[in-house]
């Protein structure tokens, strides 16, 4: 019988040599862990369709924070509910607003903590809608100037970097114009420049509580069927001063995150959403799965497609297995 000079299975015969040539490697420093901040003094509210993931008054946020940078994740990216919603999410670009409270907090107890703040009205608004509304539609124009005085209103309160999640065209120039012109040229931007109108960012609605009251969001956010798109929204960002670009959804999308990886020279993000957290934790608590096991190789995934950086639900979790080895 003849065999081949190479035997790939030389090399997996022990846990040892499977780490020694072992191509893609996790860390907790490439995790972002999403925190929903709400009004109010320990307050903690679960969130039904995402276990072990709850809406956190300022203070507790505070404390995940700390819980996450003892876990050597280095950064949190800020989701705000505000206490009133409005036509044009009035608290959004407040100085004391929800997520400029906690910035300011977080910041005072934990500097060395990267605080990333999530710029979009969906949460702000009495319609739900990421942008302002004329005559029944988002109006894309009308749009920018509010997400560039909110980016500007997290960076006057201390934010280390800016997510624009809107999909609003344009929207990285105005706010990367606005911040120059206010002296915060050193403020990155981090562009979910690939945002797919997905059906995987149910649980993240409940959570953020910013499911759209009429319509949905397919006149902006992307068709899941293009790829080539993509691309195209990814050069666009780049040159409107995007600094990170990102990916989002990131397991049904990562031959998105492979082309974008190959495309740019730019940091790339992925958003591992709340539809594919929920999935694992659904299924390992009916025992159909091992929870722990296909949350590694979700992420193991999502880095090995390309992603540098991966906001993730899983972050905590999925770092103190990394320390425990």
Same mark, same amino acid.
């Given at each position: ?101 906690? #910035?300011?907090?977080? %910041?005072?107890? !934990? &500097?060395?903590?990267? +605080? *990333?703040?999530? @710029? ?123 600094? #990170?670009?990102?990916? %989002?959804?990131? !397991? &049904?999308?990562?031959? +998105? *995150?492979?082309? @974008? ?65």
């Amino acid at each position: 019988m003849y065999f081949p000079l190479y035997r790939p299975r030389r090399l997996r015969t022990s846990e040892t040599l499977r780490k020694m040539v072992r191509e893609t490697r996790l860390s907790p420093e490439d995790f972002i862990y999403p925190l929903f901040v709400v009004h109010g003094r320990k307050v903690r509210h679960e969130i039904e369709s995402m276990p072990g993931i709850a809406q956190v008054s300022v203070d507790l946020a505070v404390r995940e924070a700390e819980e996450a940078c003892k876990l050597s994740i280095p950064a949190v990216i800020l989701f705000g509910i505000p206490k009133k919603k409005d036509l044009k999410g009035t608290e959004a670009y407040s100085a004391q607003g929800i997520i400029q409270q906690a #910035i300011r907090a977080i %910041k005072r107890e !934990l &500097p060395q903590v990267v +605080i *990333i703040t999530d @710029v979009c009205l969906c949460e702000y608004t009495s319609h739900g809608h990421c942008g302002i509304v004329v005559d029944g539609e988002v109006h894309n124009d009308t749009t920018l100037a509010f997400l560039a005085r909110m980016a500007l209103s997290h960076a006057e309160a201390g934010a280390d970097m800016v997510a624009p999640s809107d999909m609003m065209d344009g929207r990285v120039k105005a706010i990367r114009d606005l911040l120059d012109r206010k002296g915060f040229e050193n403020i990155p931007i981090l562009s979910y420049a690939a945002k797919h109108a997905s059906v995987f960012y149910g649980p993240f609605r409940e959570a953020a509580e910013s499911t759209p009251q009429f319509g949905d969001r397919k006149s902006y956010q992307m068709d899941p069927a293009n790829a080539r798109e993509a691309l195209r929204e990814v050069r666009l960002d780049v040159q409107e001063g995007a600094d #990170i670009i990102m990916v %989002k959804p990131a !397991l &049904p999308y990562l031959d +998105i *995150i492979r082309k @974008v990886r190959e495309e740019i020279d730019l940091p790339v993000g992925a958003y591992n959403v709340s539809g594919e957290y929920t999935m694992i934790k659904a299924a390992a608590q009916q025992g159909w799965i091992d929870g722990e096991r296909a949350m590694m190789e979700v992420l193991t995934a999502i880095k090995r497609a390309g992603a540098d950086l991966i906001i993730t639900y899983f972050a905590k979790e999925a770092s103190r297995v990394l320390k425990k080895g």
